[in-house]
């Protein structure tokens, strides 16, 4: 079982810059990958970026050159650089942990959330 806490989302104006954390109760280097979804009111829950257990990672079209990953082995904590943030940025922010068992069966664990609201 692996527990997320997500912390750092708040109201910020178009431009502006936010860093959310999420903290995993276990060690990252057992999770294959990690990731930040984001979900809109009335939309589907998209995928924003993703850090692999490597330290690759994979971004969204609509985030590119604006959001970037990264990961604290150390404090078992990623994070999401949210810069030049824009109004349809707005959603609730999901941390994600991915892992892999045998016969590739995936097990997703999620974390409570965290509201982005940029303004105009």
């Known amino acids: 079982q692996v527990q997320l806490v997500e912390s750092g989302g708040g109201l910020v104006q178009a431009g502006g810059s936010l860093r959310l954390s999420c903290a995993a109760s276990?060690?990252?280097?057992?999770?294959?990958?990690m990731g930040w979804y984001h979900q809109a009111p009335g939309k589907q829950r998209e995928l924003v970026a993703q850090i692999s257990r490597d330290g690759r990672t994979s971004y969204a079209d609509s985030v590119k050159g604006r959001f970037a990953i990264s990961r604290d082995n150390a404090k078992n904590t990623v994070y999401l650089h949210l810069n030049s943030l824009k109004p349809e940025d707005t959603a609730v922010y999901y941390c994600?942990?991915?892992?892999?068992?045998?016969?590739?069966?995936?097990?997703?664990?999620w974390g409570q959330g965290t509201q982005v609201t940029v303004s105009s």
């Open positions: 994600n942990a991915r892992l892999f068992g045998a016969m590739a069966a995936m097990t997703d664990y």
């Open positions: 276990v060690s990252i280097f057992s999770i294959n990958a």
